[in-house]
């Protein structure tokens, strides 16, 4: 029996018409809110990809875009080309229809295309809950499809008959694999060995996100276009750099809190900052020709406060070419702005390319690398305790205002991603934030940590003779 390693998993597209609950079924599936669910028609827009298990059936779950006619390049024609590509790759396709709705002439359309192809399909009836879906249970045997699966995703209802049906083309697990395997979507385990680079792609709309992760997979993986606001879900790619595995996250684009108004963009941003918040490193995309709006300072700063590695990636940097004093001048601004902005964090790193023609695409990935390296460090105690007794030779502490001396007892690293230190100090609440900043500042520069956050917190030493102080009482 071949092991998990060598096993390829199955390959599972949930399809159909826009509408009928695939990313419902898609979260039932993969156990957790992977995909945006909205009552509005063509939520999912992207072909989302997550490992999922249902008993003793392990899968490469898909969630696809819902099937329209459209034809040339308008966005819906666009999204189902992603979905026909996706029906292709697949071993098993779950065809998703309204029960409550019945048949509609798309559900007939799309049942008419899948016939054609060698995809192994499985009809479901889904929102079969009650008796409102009879009716559209019974049309669907007209769909030539075979028989249909009586299904609710909302409520999990059918899951054993979908169990059986996907059991004729999917093998099981091995059974000493069903409990012990790892999540492969486990982002706490830190330091496993083999656990890929985390890296989230995040910024405004339209800035070139999408393009910009096509661009380095070397395929057209996410859905681009000259339409904003394309990318809705968070959209994870498998991917390797140098024989090393990255996990590249594609983002929606975040506007400023006052104009988002529509429940489904809120429900969109939620999800970025979900991904900042599990990132390693977040690539924070600008438009070359409007460098450094508040916005941008704004996500960037959402990456910093979440203790995430920050690299700036500026796009279309083609646009500033022609010009080089205003190019000058462009890239003076924003690195003023980001020092002004981000005093604690010095010497963010700052890439340059043009996504759309590949330009400087290449020195992305090696500043990313590099980032996570110092976001990764640690120093050794002892050297941080002589660095300590040296800072304060060379910079002492102020006096406490009842004029006691403030001694600095101790120091050591207690995490990394960031960097994290406690330093104990005799009288921590007197020591004030400008001589934190000093230590903080010192520390980046002396064992060179540029442009990541740097934490460094205080707390007081116990007294040891407190304890025998009140046993002689």
Known sequence: MPSAEDRRLSRVAIVG????????LFNR???????????????????????AQLGDLAFTLLDTAGWETKGGEALEARMRRFTERAIESSDVVLFLIDARAGIL??????????????AKVILVANKCEGRAGQQGLAESHGLGLGEPIPFSAEHGEG???LHEAMGRHIEPMPEEEDE???????????????????????GRPNVGKSTLLNRLVGEE???TGPEAGITRDAIRVEWEWKGRPVRLVDTAGMRRRSRIEAKLEAASVADTLDTIRLADVAVVVLDAGDMAEKQDLNIAGWVIEEGRALVIAVNKTDLLVDDQRESTKAWRKLRDRLESSFAQVKDVPIVGFSAINGRGVDRLLPKVFETYAIWNKRVPTPKLNRWLREMETLHPPPLAPNGRRIRLRFMTQIKRRPPTFILSVSQPEQLGDDYLRFLTNRLRDDFDMPGVPIRLTMRKPKNPYEGRARKKR
């Open 29 to 51: 599936l993969v156990g957790r809110r992977r995909a945006i669910v909205d009552d509005t028609p063509g939520v999912t827009r992207d072909v989302r990809e997550q490992p």
């Open 17 to 24: 018409r826009p509408n009928v609950g695939k990313s419902t």
């Open 180 to 202: 012990d395997a790892p999540d492969p979507d486990d982002v706490d385990a830190e330091d496993a060995p083999d656990r890929p680079l985390l890296l989230a792609i995040v």
């Open 159 to 161: 899951l054993s008959d």
């Open 221 to 223: 993986r996410v859905l």
């Open 105 to 118: 002439p798309l559900d007939q359309a799309f049942a008419g295309w899948l016939r054609k192809q060698k």
